[in-house]
């Protein structure tokens, strides 16, 4: 059979990283992700887990080379490690070269061993701090030891952790050295995320928890000799190597960069939606095309180079002038972040 040609988008950029929401719940109702009482999808508007390994299959022979799986929390779909096995046998026949994971880590003590057993190699584990009363406080739901548990099963069964931390004012603002100091001693690398206008919450709150990471970094500088990296991932993140512990740190700012000219991504909703940009409104309805016909992939495929043919140059937060513009009134966990 003729070989699909890749997807390239009308910027040039060439699409080869699939990011995969499995589920928009969570365990945890994160402050600056869900509200306290949130309304789920109702199930048979998910993808089954036969269709997002369908959708993935697709995705992959048209040229993705790496997925990460992500949420709501993916590791409490129920059976999500069979979509896993499914989703390996790509990463044996060599079509895939990476399956990864962004997760909470509460579930990781009982998921760690079997996912590197499926070939996973690294996975990005969100925690924002080091103390218990603050990730109560920031995740309403959450147990720091639980995750702490499973952050060690997963160092423990060999895979390499990368902690995601949210740049929180007021919040892991004074913790900031002994945050950097743990990663390092632990072998992690870390990146900071500023805080994105997501969800339906008032403006307010989000400039309260804003934290800009230009000043985390000046705080950064005034204990550690931070080296810059020439490391492009196709992402939004910039890197720095830490001289004292070597620890690799990352700054996601995508409201203070332009992160967008090499966008190498598009992301898959946990009901089929594929957004191509993270801040822009302009989606396509995979799962009509999935449901009118389990046989014949052509009308899925053509609704996926469509779809990539409209990928946006970039997107459009903007949080100067200290008011939010170009908010957008979807949640991250349906997204997938
Ligand atoms: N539940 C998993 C987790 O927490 O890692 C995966 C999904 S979560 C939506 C993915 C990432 O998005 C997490 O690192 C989380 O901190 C981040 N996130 C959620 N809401 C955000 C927001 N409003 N701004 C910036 N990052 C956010
Ligand atoms: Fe759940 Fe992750 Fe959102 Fe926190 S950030 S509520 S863990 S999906």
Redesign the pocket.
């Given at each position: 059979m003729k070989k699909p040609s890749p997807l390239i988008d009308p910027f040039n950029r060439t699409i080869s990283y699939l990011r995969v929401s499995v589920t928009d719940r969570?365990d945890f109702r994160?402050v600056?992700?869900m509200s306290e009482k949130m309304q789920f999808l109702p199930k048979k508007d998910l993808l089954t887990l036969e269709e997002l390994d369908k959708v993935c299959s697709v995705f992959i022979d048209m040229g993705i080379r790496k997925i990460r799986v992500?949420?709501?929390?993916?590791l409490v779909r129920r059976n999500i490690l069979s979509f896993f096995q499914a989703i390996s046998r790509h990463l044996i026949s060599g079509k895939l070269s990476e399956l990864t994971l962004?997760?909470?880590g509460s579930q990781l003590a009982r998921f760690a061993q079997p996912l590197v057993d499926l070939g996973m190699e690294r996975v990005?584990i969100?925690l924002d701090t080091l103390d218990s009363e603050k990730f109560k406080r920031i995740t309403r739901w959450g147990r720091l030891d639980q995750v702490l548990k499973g952050i060690k099963a997963a160092k423990s069964a060999g895979l390499r952790i990368k902690i995601?931390t949210?740049a929180l004012r007021k919040t892991n603002e004074e913790e900031l050295h002994k945050f950097v100091q743990w990663c390092g001693d632990e072998g992690f690398d870390l990146t900071f995320?500023?805080?994105?206008p997501?969800?339906d919450f008032g403006s307010e709150d989000r400039l309260d928890q804003y934290w800009s990471l230009k000043d985390l970094r000046t705080e950064l500088t005034k204990k550690w000799t931070l080296e810059d990296l020439d490391i492009s991932t196709g992402g939004p993140a910039r890197y720095v190597r830490v001289r004292e512990t070597q620890q690799k740190i990352g700054f996601i700012t995508p409201l203070t960069h332009n992160f967008c000219e090499s966008c190498n991504r598009v992301r898959l909703t946990c009901t089929g939606q594929l957004f191509m940009c993270l801040g822009q409104e302009e989606d396509a309805d995979l799962r009509s095309a999935l449901r009118a016909n389990s046989e014949n992939d052509e009308l899925l495929r053509n609704r996926i180079r469509n779809a990539v043919d409209r990928k946006p140059k970039g997107h459009d937060f903007d949080y100067s002038r200290q008011k939010i513009l170009g908010q957008m009134p979807r949640y991250?966990?349906h997204t997938?972040?």
């Open positions: 969570c994160c600056y992700c992500t949420g709501g929390e993916p962004t997760t909470n990005n969100s995601n949210v995320i500023e805080v994105m997501m969800g991250m966990s997938g972040g």
